[in-house]
């Protein structure tokens, strides 16, 4: 055994060991929408005195952090996203109002002496008028203590006396409190002046009396008090969060924020195992019946590709969210390309040279499709790369799924396979029956395609009229019909319910149109589902909202809600526009170094061509452009980019082989060769994507149908987009980058060029 072949054998079963070992011991982090609850995503605002930069940011998060806390979240997380952005997820909170009141609380903490009881207009001297908690208005004198002088507060449980919850406040200086509760205690019980307000984003959060223990001018004193009352549990830590919180160093506002129940998070995993399951199946069929022992083996390769990923997720410690998880499913799909283009090769090289050994024909099958693998998983990583960077809460966990899944892939194919394959072909049983292998025959497409040899690219510019058609029905539709931008492009909420009862959507945006919402779109989701969508709302208003469908359904439970500000929402369409964009040109730099650029522009140019017609065809369907669009749609640029790169690297191939043949001939030659490969990952995917839309569940749907349309489109484009116009691009005599022209003598006033196609044409039958 050579020592590649022996560092593979290593390599191989110690990855799988290393996997497995990581899978057992650490569970992968689920995200919201997988097992419920609410995140919110906060941004900083700058005040005359304070700039809301890293730094301010980062004090904002330590005192959400002990605001959360004390609110008694199970695994509550908060990070911090740029430089004013902080992430709050809270598992199992799936009513938000409170959680984001205690979070978007962020004045001064003050504590005032309160002059009596009244109504009408505050006088000046720093006197202000506002309502306590019983909604009595109170007039309070200057703030004779703030938030620094206090040093915490607690919530406690009298166990002794019995007297229920209180709370404990410990100052830095009681003198300030000593005063200001001797003052209070000189006025008779019952009296508003005997009483001291706590105020907070200019809301009383306590105004508690003082004691009648307590003798005038003396106070409180010893450094700490306590407040009594009627308190729950509950009440009485929110008091003492609020007061030891105190006040955040810059404002927050509220830019986006999701709940998800957990039923919808249980369906979904089921869905997706499901879907992950059947089509997993189904694809793993369809290789042992094309592939026979080579199949079987691919399948065992890809079941360790399943758990190299899962690790990896696990290891890295990164979030699986529910795009993530159609992400996850979906590579699972394309780790297929990579075998087929290994067998396919080492069918070629059996069929070729008649090889009597299987195992020199899969070892130049391997060699072979290496460069063709390389490339194509590059350019994926490109779209997963862009997604991580440029995008954020699912559609950036789908693209680390998606760049751990090509990675695991590679690992997959060019070691697990590998080293499987070959220890298998070595054998003797299997070289007495080389048919077994899968790889001793070519396969009915290709020998269809052998006996047929049509010319595909005869008149490419045919094929490129019927693209730019295609491309003009489908761009008429974005013209006609318009994009249906989701709430993540455009800011608003988004509340989905499931109702006892079926509720009409006519019906349910009529009553919502008397209850003070007419621009409310009103959607069915399902047998008892129902979407809402509006302009952005406050709680309260979303409150008002429930009730009204809860009404017309016999009760309500909200599955879902998301409310994204609309700064957050322009930003949003404006990255992914900038995805795109760079995407695109990311492609064209990457495949132009590898290429030509003559090459790199026609595989951007079919990427446009794909990007157009899945965008067109969504907005003739009425369908949502919103995240989980956008990552399919960057997930077709990279999968669409595959079937160009394996052609344009297939004709690179032959064009060194054979210097002389025009670009039309060998471009035609290179599709008849890599069209097997072509339709079988094509059909391997398409189970994934089939089992995803269909047993999926609603929330993948799109997702899945995009993935479809975006395969489709792109294997045809490959070949009568791409193609065509490299040859339109390239002419007829530039070759691409590897290769050279032949040195050919000048005739007459023509050039070398024009003389050399000129020979070729009249040549061209003869071969």
Same mark, same amino acid.
């Given at each position: ?82 430089? =004013? &952005?902080?992430?709050?997820? *809270?598992? !199992?909170?799936?009513?938000? /109002?409170? $959680?984001? %009141?205690?979070?978007? @609380?962020? #004045? ?65 200086? =009681? &003198?300030?409190?000593?005063? *200001?509760? !001797?003052?209070?205690?000189? /006025?008779? $019980?019952? %009296?508003?002046?005997? @009483?001291? #307000? ?570």
């Amino acid at each position: 055994m050579k020592r590649p072949a022996r560092v593979r054998a290593l390599f191989a079963p110690a990855v799988i060991a290393l996997s497995l070992y990581v899978a057992v011991t650490l569970p992968v982090r689920l995200g919201l929408d997988l097992r419920g609850g609410t995140q919110i995503v906060l941004e900083t605002r700058s005040t005359p005195t304070t700039e809301a930069d890293g730094e301010a940011t980062d004090r904002t998060l330590e005192v959400l952090r002990g605001r959360i806390d004390a609110l008694g979240v199970a695994e509550p997380t908060l990070v911090r996203s740029g430089e =004013d &952005r902080i992430i709050v997820e *809270l598992p !199992g909170v799936q009513d938000p /109002r409170r $959680a984001a %009141d205690v979070l978007g @609380r962020t #004045a001064q903490l003050s504590v005032h002496p309160v002059l009596g009881s009244g109504s009408g207009e505050a006088e000046g001297g720093g006197e202000r008028l506002l309502p306590d908690e019983s909604g009595e208005r109170l007039r309070l004198g200057a703030p004779s203590l703030t938030g620094e002088d206090v040093e915490g507060a607690e919530a406690r449980f009298d166990q002794q006396s019995g007297a229920g919850w209180h709370v404990t406040v410990d100052f830095r200086d =009681d &003198r300030g409190w000593a005063r *200001l509760t !001797g003052e209070a205690a000189c /006025r008779p $019980a019952g %009296d508003p002046q005997r @009483r001291v #307000a706590v105020v907070l984003d200019d809301k009383i959060i306590s105004s508690p009396q003082v004691d009648p223990s307590v003798s005038c001018g003396a106070g409180i004193t010893g450094g700490s008090t306590r407040i009594t009352g009627s308190f729950s549990s509950d009440e009485a830590r929110e008091l003492a969060l609020l007061i030891s919180g105190g006040a955040l160093p810059v404002p927050v506002e509220t830019v986006e924020q999701r709940t998800v129940g957990p039923t919808l998070g249980a369906e979904a995993i089921a869905a997706s195992t499901w879907a992950a399951v059947v089509g997993t199946a189904l694809t793993a069929v369809f290789i042992v019946v094309v592939y026979r022992l080579m199949g079987v083996l691919a399948t065992i390769a890809l079941a360790c590709y399943g758990l190299i990923s899962y690790a990896a997720l696990a290891a890295l410690g990164a979030t699986l969210t529910l795009p993530g998880l159609a992400g996850f499913v979906l590579t699972i799909g394309m780790a297929v390309d990579a075998n087929v283009l290994v067998f396919e090769r080492a069918r070629e090289e059996y069929a070729a040279r008649n090889r009597p050994s299987g195992r020199s024909a899969l070892t130049a099958g391997f060699k072979g499709a290496f460069s063709a693998i390389a490339d194509s998983n590059i350019t994926t990583l490109i779209a997963a790369v862009l997604l991580f960077l440029l995008a954020s809460g699912p559609v950036r966990g789908f693209g680390v799924t998606l760049g751990i899944g090509v990675l695991a892939s590679m690992i997959s194919t060019l070691v697990i396979t590998r080293v499987l394959t070959e220890y298998a072909v070595g054998r003797r049983s299997v070289h007495r029956r080389p048919r077994s292998t899968g790889i001793a025959s070519t396969g009915r497409v290709r020998d269809r395609l052998t006996r047929r040899d049509p010319q595909l690219m005869r008149r490419p510019r045919r094929w490129l009229a019927v693209c730019v058609g295609v491309l003009v029905l489908s761009a008429s539709g974005i013209a006609v019909r318009g994009l249906d931008f989701g709430v993540e492009f455009t800011g608003g909420r988004l509340i989905e319910y499931s109702t006892a009862a079926p509720v009409d959507p006519d019906r349910a945006r009529a009553a919502l149109a008397d209850a003070g919402f007419p621009q409310a779109v009103v959607q069915s989701s399902g047998d008892n589902g129902l979407t809402v969508r509006t302009e952005e709302l406050g709680n309260d208003e979303a409150a008002e909202v429930a009730e009204t469908i809860g009404g017309l359904g016999g009760g309500a439970e909200k599955v879902r809600d998301e409310l994204i500000g609309p700064s957050l929402g322009d930003e949003l369409r404006r990255n992914a526009l900038v995805a795109l964009g760079l995407a695109l040109g990311a492609q064209l730099l990457y495949l132009a170094v590898r290429f030509r650029w003559t090459f790199g522009t026609a595989a951007v140019g079919a990427l446009a061509h794909d990007v157009v017609v899945l965008t067109g065809i969504f907005a003739w369907l009425g369908k949502p452009i919103d995240g989980v669009f956008l990552a399919a749609l960057l997930t077709v640029i990279g999968y669409s980019v595959n079937d160009s790169v394996v052609v344009f690297d297939r004709i690179r191939e032959l064009w060194r082989k054979d210097r002389g043949t025009p670009l039309a001939q060998v471009t035609n030659r290179a599709i008849l060769q890599t069209l097997p490969r072509t339709v079988n990952t094509g059909i391997g995917a398409a189970f994934v994507l089939t089992a995803l839309a269909v047993l999926g569940g609603d929330s993948l749907t799109d997702f899945a149908l995009a993935l479809l349309i975006g395969l489709a489109v792109g294997t045809y484009s490959s070949v009568f987009t791409a193609a065509p116009l490299a040859i339109e691009l390239n002419g007829r005599g530039a070759a691409p980058r590897g290769t050279r022209r032949p040195d050919t003598p000048r005739h007459g006033g023509g050039s070398a060029d024009g003389d050399r196609t000129k020979a070729l044409t009249r040549e061209a039958p003869g071969r």
